[in-house]
């Protein structure tokens, strides 16, 4: 998320929260909250699809909330297809100290950041994995291309899922 807000009315309390991803906006609360929020935002500025939806997808991420215990599950079951391993051949990877080539580099670099992406969306341990492959750029050896496979295979092996339960009011 590039911005995170939280909207409060007279009282203090919570009314909306609003995520902002490039020109998406996200929000969360009251049906007639968001809905007031909503045409005062029209008011000022050119806006397109309003979604209300209890299940939607939002920058890759598959958003749905139970209707009866108001429970969030945020997912990106979808994204992982996206996260290919660096092809090496057998005989590449016997020069495991060999300087890697711009080609392998670049690809190196792109699982990195769809490492980085999956972690800020659902799964936090793989933006520690993004950075430690980045961590690697300045010598980087074929050798560090193979262990980059077997840390996306390990990374993978975990659900990128997030539950929420609805917190009772006190």
Avoid: W
Avoid at 5 to 33: C, H, M, P, Q, Y
Avoid at 69 to 96: F, G, H, N, V, W
Avoid at 125 to 151: I, K, T
């Amino acid at each position: 998320l590039s911005h995170f807000f939280i909207l409060r009315d007279n009282s203090g309390r919570i009314s909306v929260l609003l995520a902002k991803v490039v020109d998406d906006l996200l929000l969360a609360g009251s049906i007639t909250t968001m809905n007031e929020f909503y045409k005062s935002l029209c008011a000022r500025l050119k806006v397109g699809r309003f979604i209300h939806d209890r299940s939607f997808t939002f920058n890759a991420l598959n958003i749905s909330q139970d209707s009866s215990s108001y429970s969030i599950t945020m997912d990106m079951l979808d994204y992982p297809a996206k996260c290919i391993p660096l092809q090496l051949s057998p005989t590449r990877r016997k020069e495991s100290d060999i300087p890697s080539t711009q080609e392998e580099r670049t690809v190196y670099q792109s699982l990195a950041g769809t490492l980085n992406f999956l972690g800020h969306g659902v799964l936090p341990l793989a933006c520690f994995v993004a950075s430690y492959l980045q961590q690697q750029l300045g010598d980087l050896r074929v050798h560090h291309l193979a262990h980059a496979n077997a840390l996306l295979k390990e990374t993978l092996q975990l659900q990128p899922k997030l539950y929420f339960q609805s917190v009772p009011e006190q």
